[in-house]
């Protein structure tokens, strides 16, 4: 036997001997059947039980099972779903027409009944979602044959959109029959989950009968690896077909590869420099300018995230219709920045400040290293501290702090920033960690809220934003990215940067 | 024996009620409210309102005193009930009993590849005191111990799995999928078992009574065999009983990296969730598996070794 037979042999005698090490039966793959098998590595793995008011419900809707009244397009834009059209009444008032024929993989009918108990369910329960909760619908009820009526407790522009996330998917009766949610067998989308292993994934197959018409592949799976730089391993061995976020660091690995493709977009999350409005020194409008400028939002992009994000022109993303026009990055000015400070009249004895950061995001302690440098130029002493969210977080609510790195995303419950520049800059918001406070800006919000225009909604949240940046309520730094790896056989695939699609109809695979 | 045995129990029976009450402090001795964890674990976000926050803490019942949460909490225990999961409601038992089963296979692989690296090597390396293989044996081991898990696991999927395709990166699918995290997992303790080998064999050597069988006109061969790897093997067994302890909830680095759905990688999330009561099963399965293993080792010593069994039945 030749060293070229000997390596040959060597994967039949590690298996040889992993079968003698093994207790018990464990599962083993399927093969992929007509119609080729997509392989998806999901990063989070679920842990709430399928509770559908929870983040597991956005897994359902990556992996092609769990719909909802409607759905929110690659673009944000709101589109029907379970429901064919819907209507607003008055401005309290929404009505839904349900789709006809639609059935669940069990043979249930999907009817306004069974719409209005999920709907109602999620309600009643202990923690319903923030964006479909008692707080905001009054009512849930059938309202006809195909028509569901949804009553909110004030004018609400957002039922559409709030009825477009995960959170609101409706299953079939029979998944709620146990003494736990089973979505195995019980969604509408076009695949059904055929088993779930535990901690470890989902096997799909796709629904026959489903609503949308044909769908391409005959399989798919969902693979929970938390771990970015084994996703992009994995997709690079061909293990798996799509990788879920990759990390930064393996981005250049990735793009060389003559196997995969690279889809990178913008996600509508920003990372900023939270600074405390309401004490001083940071109370000051001139010396959080002064922070701003001394900040090099450019060269962090490029350094600490060696490019793959765009440096930040403010709360939004300038490829979005909330930010202003001709927003662009504030340069470094040293020059300037320290004549800010002058203007201020803050002696430089106080400009002594504590920036906190948090290690779930590992980027953040690095980031922080930098600011504390940058800022040091100006002669602020800085001192980091950096802990897990947990254990900053009762000082960030109780408004304990100076400056805090944080990870943001803009768009949560709704596809609209409204909730997120209601809860981060109202006088009222339950995250103003800012602790900004206008009651001018609190009638801009409240007038949004109630005008079913977008573009008329849009023209305020650019107002805000501006006024945001202008007064540095805090600094932006960078807008972030997400990056998936899709393999060359993979066809029609497409990053949804809200999260929500992965496994589509026409999701395609050709044999490797 | 009987007294030795009961006197054993008495020690894991005292052990588990200390660290049943540790384990439900754990949570609240942090600056992390437990509440507030779950509640971001199973939402996604930090913004929450104060009303879903108490909310949930009414529905745990965490609002009542701590001694009354943990009293509760251990007469359940007693029965075998752990309560279900704050984050998924499912009974907590069902998840700690397909992880450890989970675990016991991969510290099983990884003990058993490091055990039988070990004995032969370390052996074999005290019979050449000085040689060549003893050197090499020696600096090896040494590397084993040193090489840290969170950089190993990596490589060695770079070179298994990217560069030669012979093994699944990670994942647990399967008899492959199980042979690259035991691997990673082995090499440490392989280190550790090798050096404690080759010491003991080289003390047991050099020990009058193989001394006296070689006198007798033993072979080297037979002497070993009858006499010196019994003696030898007893430090050895005493590491691996330690080891087995250790990893079936300590390999939390290899699980996360690997993906194995594993004790360490249930512990690790329940601490990062706020999962209060798997946390509290899972330690507490793991303190008694390294108890019982522990008592275990103990009376396998008596059999192995007739000092300890004289000893024993004379305490």
Redesign the interface.
Known sequence: MNAQNCLKAVPALLRGVAVAVMIGPMAVSASAASGGKVIFGELFTPASGWAVETIDAYVLSRAGCLEGLARMDYDATIKPALAESWEQLSPTEWEFQLREGVTFNDGTALTPQVVSDQLNRLLNVATPPPGFSPSVIESVEPAGERVVRIVTKAPDVFVPNRLASPNTGILSPAAFAGDRINPVGHCTGPFEIVREIPRQGLELKRNENYWGGEVQLAEGEVRYIPDGQVRSMMVETGEIHIARQIPAAALAQMERSQKLKVHTVEAPRTTSLYLNNRRPPLDNMKVRQAVQSAIDVAGIAEAVYEGSVSPAVGQFSPNTPWAPENASVIPQDLERARQLLAESGVPASELRLELLAYVERPVLADLAAVIQFQLQQLGMQVNIRVSEYGAIEPQLLSGDFDMVLLSRGYLTDVADPIGTLAEDYGCNGSYNLAGFCDPEVDAQLERARALVEPEERNAIYRDIAARLQEEAVNVFLIHETISEAVANTVENYQVHVYERTAFHKDLEVNSL | MPIFILRRFAVLALALLVVTFLVFLIPYI????PV??L??????????????IE??R??LGMHRPLIVQYLDWLRSAVTGDFGN?Y????PVVE?VW??L?VS??LT??SL?FAFAVAVPAGSIAALRQGGSFDMATKSLSQAFVAVPEYWLA?MS??VF??YL???????????????LP?LALSLRPMGYFTQVMRASMIDVLNSPHIVAAHSRGLSVRRTLIAHGLRNALLPVITLFSVWMAGLLGGAVVIE????V?GMG??VY?AIV???IPVLQAGLVAIVTLAVVINTVTDLAYTVLNPVVRIDNATA
């Open positions: 942090g600056e992390t409210d507030r964890a509640a971001r674990a199973r939402f996604g976000r930090l913004d929450l309102d104060a009303a879903t909310a949930l009414l529905e999961s984050m998924s409601r499912e998840q397909s992880a089963k016991v296979v099983l692989a058993g990596p999927i770079l799995a990217l395709g012979w093994l699944p990166s990670a994942g647990w699918r399967g008899p492959e999928s199980v042979i035991a996360v990296i690997f993906a759905p990688r249930l999330s969730n706020g999962d």
